[in-house]
């Protein structure tokens, strides 16, 4: 089958940086997304590897390991407001599928 | 620019009642996505069109299940009859026309909350 693995919560303090960690197991693999959910929002798109190597998107960096199907979301300079659900997300096949993990709940406390 | 719009909200029916959601992509979005989390578990694929044609419909669960989008614009997604099993978050997502070798940003909506009691 086809699966994702990430913790289910993290908890961390303001002005830290933490690491979320995902890996995949899929059939297919044409790169690893990471998205941010607010309660009773929208999932909102943070960061898209397809290569190797660690993209820098402001506080937010993305690492990706394709030989060991392994990536992480590192947040930087944590605030209050991301406190929030993260998914990580394959894009599996042709069409643009994503295939999602179950979440990781980060709660930032001051 | 407005985003992915979702509608209803919520709703909250019996078992054995109908109930149809709605989605508006992104304007100019071919591709249109279809997603539902329950329970709090991850969030499945249900079914992709490009404009109004069905590209990938392996995430339906069952014939309980209708997907369609009439013009390419709109989609609406119909549960007839709904089960208590079908309770979760519907999302909705939409991106631009696939460009060859090029990840296109999915965007989605804020979900449709639907109980089935």
């Known amino acids: 089958g086809q699966s994702l693995e990430q913790p289910s919560e993290v908890t961390a303090v303001e002005g830290a940086i933490v690491q979320i960690n995902c890996t995949y197991q899929?059939?297919?693999?044409?790169?690893l997304s990471w998205y941010q959910q607010h309660d009773g929002g929208a999932p909102t798109f943070l960061s898209y590897?397809?290569?190797?190597g660690l993209e820098e998107t402001g506080r937010f960096s993305s690492f990706l390991s394709r030989s060991d199907s392994y990536g992480y979301l590192l947040l930087q300079e944590l605030q209050m407001k991301d406190s929030a659900s993260y998914f990580c997300?394959?894009?599996?096949?042709?069409?643009?599928?994503?295939?999602f993990g179950a979440g990781t709940r980060l709660a930032v406390h001051p | 620019e407005a985003g992915v719009t979702q509608f209803p909200s919520h709703s909250v029916i019996e078992k054995g009642q109908t109930v149809t959601l709605r989605c508006d992509p992104i304007?100019?979005?071919?591709?249109l996505y279809w997603y539902r989390r329950v329970m709090g578990k991850e969030i499945k694929f249900l079914l992709h069109?490009?404009?109004?044609?069905?590209?990938?419909e392996s995430g339906m669960p069952n014939n309980r299940f209708l997907a369609e989008r009439t013009g390419g614009t709109y989609s609406t997604l119909k549960v007839q009859p709904a089960e208590l099993e079908d309770s979760g978050v519907y999302f909705c997502?939409?991106?631009?026309?696939?460009?060859?070798?090029?990840?296109?940003?999915?965007?989605f909506g804020p979900g449709t909350r639907l109980l089935v009691l």
């Open positions: 997300a394959v894009r599996s096949g042709g069409y643009n599928k994503l295939i």
């Open positions: 069109f490009v404009k109004e044609s069905k590209q990938d």
């Open positions: 590897n397809a290569l190797d």
């Open positions: 899929t059939s297919g693999f044409y790169g």
């Open positions: 304007s100019g979005h071919d591709n």
């Open positions: 997502a939409s991106s631009q026309e696939r460009a060859s070798g090029r990840q296109e940003t999915q965007y």
